[in-house]
Nanobody, 122 residues
């Protein structure tokens, strides 16, 4: 199983970034996907999730600014991030869960990418 995140990592406050996550080694359509982030000294937190039918869930802190989407044909997950703020700076991870679709609890996810750093400067 491989989840590989990618995306340009630095932006000024108010800017936008798109992260991608390429998945392989498992039946992508049978899993629900999520984006998580972890800042220095902080616990990992859920950002957004998407089910196989396209149902999405967002953390309150990113609602209206972030959009999660996926391309089932390419087994690729995306996170479009707009109106970024310095508090959004963190390492961002994509993850997969087989049973806990819609959950923002990182402990319910079994497959993880290596993470990609996002830095938002003021």
């Amino acid at each position: 199983v491989q989840l590989v995140e990618s995306g340009v990592g630095s932006v000024q406050a108010g800017g936008s970034l798109t992260l991608s996550c390429s998945a392989s080694g498992f039946t992508y359509s049978s899993y629900c996907m999520g984006w998580f982030r972890q800042g220095p000294g902080k616990e990992r937190e859920g950002v957004a999730t998407i089910d196989s039918d396209g149902t999405t869930t967002y953390a309150e802190s990113v609602k209206g600014r972030f959009t999660i989407s996926q391309d089932d044909a390419d087994n690729t997950l995306y996170l479009q991030m707009n109106s970024l703020q310095p508090e959004d700076s963190a390492t961002y991870y994509c993850a997969a869960t087989g049973f806990f679709c819609g959950s923002l609890d990182y402990r319910r996810y079994i497959y993880w990418g290596q993470g990609t750093q996002v830095t938002v400067s003021s």
